[in-house]
């Protein structure tokens, strides 16, 4: 197996020679192996172990097995302990999602203070069909039914085209030692119950089942690439960027173009699936809503506004609603970037800069988001304005409303809504040696 092996990493993992690279290891049969196959071939490897505090005595003897092993090969060990059960009760995870959050978190941490360049995990062949079953189970789109992905960002996965019997094989054709999870042989998890109950009826029937599993993974792939190259070309047709004044860019999604194509709720789904989102009836729904409706997942917001869907991340409110800006402030970075310049002639106005009599100025003045009652004398028009009826006549969407900030003095007037209309008021006695530039970066 050992040349079989090189011959593999030289084929498709050529990019980790000569790199600084970390592997997960349990103590069990496969990342075991997996080490002394790389200390075989003189990569340059460290090794790192997470003791989950699930097993009592058994994970605590895993731990020093492990440490043992490093002496054995020469290789620098990194270990930890995470209370996982504690863990998974306070995030409301199960026992392995909550381990595997804590592990990969852990790897990350390493890889950085450490510079590694990729965390190398032991999963194989039958760990890949195993996925693949559960997804089933569970209901899965295309994504699930793919396998699990040989790189993953920096994390490698140089065993997969090789089975738990070949692995086997290899330790024991090496007097290799290992660690045996006993909870693997019960069916406590669904994983167990696949492996112990469901696989050898599958290997009886077709005892060339990985091998045909791994054809069907690659046509699944290939037919996903498909996909994912038509998707590419739907959304530069149905999507657009959209700035949000001082918010993050955002998405903005034309219905219209959605509703006309074969299947909108599969193409919504392609298109959005990267966003986290759960509730997908919810976020088909939102083509039909009323402007306003919006659906949520961890990492963003999804928004219907008149004829489109605006996507943006979900921003943590500040719990600071106003900033002071005292007289002899030349610039402030935050909430948003401005800078003030005394100048006697006024240049080229625009909707990121203004100019505005100083001797009209009351200090300290204010920066802050708008609120109900809020009112202006757009410059160039007669008489004062709602706020709230000047952005519906801009026509500003629910999130531009959110991301826009006042200019105010310090009696709460408007002199600026900041990057879209001047308040007449500050301008109106304006002369050529006393005014104020200011400028929105």
């Known amino acids: 197996m050992l040349q079989k092996f090189k011959e593999h990493i030289n084929l498709n993992f050529p990019f980790l020679k000569d790199k600084k690279l970390l592997i997960a290891i349990s103590g069990g049969v496969d990342s075991v192996v997996l080490t002394h196959l790389f200390s075989e071939l003189n990569f340059d490897?460290?090794?790192a172990h997470c003791n989950f505090q699930l097993r009592e005595k058994e994970s605590n003897l895993d731990e020093e097995f492990v440490k043992i092993l490093a002496q054995k090969t020469s290789n620098q060990i990194f270990t930890t302990q995470f209370n996982t059960s504690e863990f998974a009760l306070k995030n409301k995870l199960s026992t392995q999602i909550a381990a595997r959050e804590l592990r990969y978190n852990w790897f990350q941490e390493i890889i950085e203070k450490?510079?590694?360049?990729?965390?190398?995990t032991a999963h194989h062949a039958d760990d890949n069909l195993e996925t693949f079953l559960i997804n089933l189970t569970r209901g899965s789109g295309l994504d699930g039914f793919t396998g699990i992905p040989k790189i993953n960002g920096n994390i490698v996965r140089p065993l997969l085209a090789f089975s738990r019997e070949e692995i086997l094989a290899y330790a024991k054709l090496n007097a290799i030692d290992w660690r045996e999870d006993a909870s693997n042989a019960t069916t406590k998890y669904i994983r167990n119950k696949i492996r112990h109950k469901i696989l050898p009826v599958l290997k009886e029937i077709n005892p060339n089942l990985l091998v045909t599993f791994a054809k069907t993974v690659e046509n699944l792939q290939e037919s996903k690439q498909i996909i994912e190259d038509k998707i590419a070309d739907i959304s530069s047709e149905v999507t657009q960027p959209f700035d949000c004044a001082q918010g993050d860019?955002?998405?903005?999604?034309?219905?219209?173009?959605?509703n006309q194509l074969s299947n909108p709720k599969a193409y919504l789904y392609q298109l959005l699936k990267e966003y986290s989102f759960t509730e997908w009836n919810d976020v088909y729904n939102l083509l039909s809503a009323q402007s306003g409706k919006?659906?949520?997942?961890k990492t963003h917001r999804l928004l219907k506004d008149r004829d489109f869907l605006l996507l943006s991340k979900n921003v943590i409110s500040d719990e600071k609603n106003e900033y002071l800006i005292?007289?002899?402030?030349?610039?402030?970075?935050?909430?948003i970037h401005l800078s003030f310049e005394a100048i006697q002639q006024k240049s080229e106005e625009n909707k990121q800069t203004i100019y505005v009599d100083k001797d009209l100025l009351k200090y300290p003045l204010i920066v802050r988001k708008w609120q109900i009652g809020d009112y202006l004398y757009p410059l160039g028009m007669q008489g004062k304005k709602k706020l709230s009826k000047y952005f519906k006549d801009e026509k500003l969407s629910l999130l531009e409303k959110e991301n826009t900030w006042l200019l105010c003095n310090n009696e709460n007037e408007i002199i600026w809504v900041i990057n879209y209309r001047q308040d007449g008021r500050f301008s109106m006695k304006i002369t050529s040696n006393n005014l104020l530039k200011i400028t929105l970066h």
């Open 114 to 120: 450490n510079n590694f360049d990729y965390v190398l």
């Open 249 to 258: 860019n955002l998405i903005k999604i034309d219905i219209t173009k959605i």
């Open 45 to 47: 490897i460290s090794l």
């Open 326 to 335: 005292d007289e002899n402030q030349s610039e402030i970075t935050h909430p």
């Open 294 to 297: 919006q659906v949520f997942s």
